[in-house]
């Protein structure tokens, strides 16, 4: 046999074999893929949402409510300018602990998450955000207190703490402490990763490409080079950045939206009293400045506490890392500083984001994506959607696998691209039998309100719900027309970019305790950096729901060290009660 007969032989066998290994790896995919989507609604569901706020509720109950009531104080010491100076043990000065820590929670959550929430939840979930950063406030406080009061110095001289230091060494079951411990840094350096790279740097480049047609890949190489040049100097290098960076940033935006509220202020009115309306609604209302975006209390509550809670990350222990590196006289003293992050990040530029949307009267809005013809064949079940991308037709399949009838309207089950899809127009009253091209003309809008418009002529157009920054943008555009799109679009990038700095250092420290040794972060720098590039131009979907999982699972042990140290943490602070007392008598 002639050694081209044993290559096409070879590749007769060979050629079959890779394409079933390909299908089996795709299968393996899709399965892992639906499985962690499982396990992230679970992990970020009403437990753990519960769990966040309750442990938030109960330590406030358990001080006193001191943080509350000591909030006044701890904003005019962020605003000081001993905040800025260097006095006691640390790396950095309070103000830069404290926008270093600001720079890892101000994200595209400000900005994206209030949008989604407002979404899903109806402007009410406004309300429920604020709510849940009230009590977060102390559990912030709570865990910066605990790692500044716990931290070690490492053999290079440097602050190491965070929630993992603190479990390791004020747990009376020093085997507990420890697991925990290292349990919270593995998820913490899983999430760095996700939630603190890949998303964050895609959200740029996104952002980037669709606004100024910016390529993903020179944007890639410009945030990997950037964030190398800056994280490469570790804590000092980054708090530096952070201390200029994000008090710009956050003013920058304030203002812009400022000009927006103002620009719409005859509906703020209006646009306040729907947002309290829709928060302690019993039953589901809309209408007003909502269109057609209808929504109950629970509804608002749910996605109200999981946007504030994701979005100002109290109770998750990650700023506790940055607020270990402070240099403080007193640990319940830097514990005030930090706390006021929660205040900044959700109280002030949350709620700028909310009032644009609810008073510029854009929520509920929706775009035509794309538009053509239909054909319906009655034989095969199916609606053949041609519709124009760019210079090309595109053809889709809209395989009809079931039909419902009921007092609410008629429901069709589709099957596109292998995904089902229930669409509902309440005006029609069909079965499998009785459809046809005829009575299936009408607006069909399925579980996202994204509606399929058939109509009698053959036409066929698709409008999608304005959600996330698309929706934030419409709002801004309200009132600064293109500009607004351009200052949201910035916003983003530099929102994102300041998350990516701010939770390097989380991830290197936690990365740092599990190899119990400093020698190995400039290797974890240099590794960060380039995965900001691959965040930039890819979109890896399943990376992000196990990082996302991660996230959340970093605030279970942390939450269980808060509640077992509340005793602790009242101390402290009914200790330096009498500190302030002196200090106000002076």
Not at 270 to 284: C, E, L, N, Q, Y
Not at 358 to 385: L, R
Request: net charge positive.
């Amino acid at each position: 046999m002639a050694i081209t007969e044993y290559s096409v032989t070879a590749i007769f066998f060979i050629i079959p074999y890779f394409f079933r290994k390909r299908c089996y790896m795709n299968s393996f995919v899709n399965s892992l893929t639906a499985v962690l989507d499982k396990i992230d609604t679970f992990v970020w569901g009403p437990v753990m949402l519960i769990l966040l706020v309750g442990t938030g509720i109960f330590l406030t109950i358990r001080t006193k409510a001191l943080c509350w009531r000591n909030l006044p104080y701890a904003l005019k010491s962020v605003l000081s300018k001993e905040a800025r100076q260097k006095k006691g043990d640390g790396d950095v000065s309070p103000f830069s602990a404290l926008t270093t820590a600001l720079a890892a929670t101000i994200g595209t959550g400000n900005i994206v998450g209030v949008a989604t929430a407002m979404v899903s939840g109806g402007p009410g979930a406004l309300v429920w955000m604020w709510l849940s950063a009230a009590f977060g406030i102390t559990s912030k406080f709570s865990e910066c207190m605990l790692a500044i009061k716990y931290r070690e110095i490492n053999e290079k001289g440097e602050m190491s703490g965070g929630p993992m230091y603190t479990m390791k060494k004020a747990f009376k079951h020093k085997k507990a402490g420890a697991i925990l411990g290292w349990l919270f840094a593995l998820f913490a350096v899983v999430a760095s990763f996700g939630i603190g790279n890949l998303t964050q740097a895609n959200s740029i480049s996104t952002a980037l490409s669709s606004t100024f047609n910016i390529p993903v890949t020179a944007t890639g190489i410009v945030i990997t080079v950037l964030a190398l040049i800056i994280i490469i100097g570790g804590i000092k290098n980054i708090s530096k950045v952070s201390q200029v960076v994000v008090p710009l940033m956050a003013v920058f935006y304030v203002i812009a939206g400022l000009i927006v509220i103002f620009g719409n202020i005859s509906n703020i009115p209006s646009g306040v009293a729907m947002i309290f309306k829709m928060a302690f609604s019993v039953k589901a209302v809309g209408g007003g400045l909502c269109g057609g975006i209808v929504a109950s209390m629970m509804q608002a509550m749910r996605f109200g506490v999981a946007r504030g809670v994701f979005s100002n990350e109290a109770g998750m222990g990650s700023a506790a890392i940055t607020a270990a590196a402070a240099t403080t006289d007193d640990p319940v003293r830097q514990g005030y500083i930090n706390m006021t992050g929660t205040f900044w990040d959700t109280i002030v530029v949350c709620t700028i984001t909310g009032l644009c949307i609810a008073s510029s009267g854009v929520i509920g809005s929706k775009d035509i994506v794309n538009s053509g013809q239909y054909t319906y064949t009655k034989e095969a079940h199916t609606i053949s959607v041609a519709t124009r991308n760019g210079n090309n037709i595109v053809t889709d399949n809209f395989v009809i696998k079931d039909v419902k009838t009921d007092n609410v309207g008629t429901t069709l089950v589709i099957s596109k691209n292998d995904k089902d899809i229930s669409m509902t127009n309440k005006e029609a009253s069909l079965t499998s039998d009785t459809i046809n091209a005829d009575n299936l003309a009408g607006t069909w809008i399925d579980s996202s309100e994204n509606e399929y418009v058939f109509e009698k002529d053959g036409s066929y157009k698709y409008r999608e719900l304005t959600v996330g920054s698309a929706l934030t943008i419409k709002a801004f555009k309200t009132v600064l027309g293109d500009t607004g799109g351009w200052l949201v679009c910035i916003s983003i990038a530099l929102f994102a970019f300041s998350t990516i700095l701010g939770w390097e250092y989380h991830g290197e420290k936690a990365f740092e305790y599990i190899l119990g040794t400093h020698k190995y972060n400039m290797v974890y720098r240099i590794i960060f950096s380039l995965i900001a590039y691959v965040g930039a131009t890819t979109t890896l979907e399943i990376a992000w729901t196990f990082s996302d999982i991660a996230n959340a699972l970093m605030a279970i042990p942390n939450l269980i060290c808060l509640l077992v140290l509340s005793g602790t943490i009242a101390k402290e602070m009914n200790r330096f009660q009498e500190v302030l007392k002196k200090e106000r008598g002076k």
